[in-house]
């Protein structure tokens, strides 16, 4: 069980939307989903190649009071960076989830 006391990060989670630009072409854009309270913990960093360039990979876990609706195609903004959720673990889905998230940096 996670008490309301740990939970001090305001992060904020964003869904992708379908817009159009000003020529008339689909782009991606992001919007708010919901702005909630977070126990965010960094995990373990690696590097990778991706897209033929070397980045550094960083995993955080997120743990937030449940929210229904919540999909790994969201991502989550939190501080100055963008995270990707990569897994979403619902021990008690009444109560929390918590986000297994990577922030990918250019190295």
């Known amino acids: 069980m996670i008490s309301a006391g740990e939970l001090t990060e305001r992060v904020v989670i964003q869904q992708p939307t379908d817009t159009q630009n000003a020529v008339g072409e689909a782009t991606l854009a992001w ?4 702005t909630v309270w977070a126990k965010v913990r ?5 590097e990778a190649e991706r897209y ?4 550094g ?16 195609a969201m991502r989550v903004v939190y ?3 963008t995270l990707e959720i990569g897994a979403i673990n619902e021990f008690d889905r009444v109560w929390y989830q918590e986000l297994v998230c990577t922030e990918t940096q250019a190295a």
Do not use: E
Not at 31 to 34: E, I, K, L, R, V
Not at 42 to 46: K, L, Y
Not at 57 to 72: E, K, M, N, Q, Y
């Open 31 to 34: 919007s708010t989903f919901a």
């Open 42 to 46: 960094a995990m373990s960093g690696r």
């Open 52 to 55: 033929g360039q070397v980045v």
């Open 57 to 72: 990979l960083s995993g955080h876990v997120l743990t937030i009071r449940a929210l229904p609706g919540i999909t790994t």
């Open 79 to 81: 501080r100055s960076r």
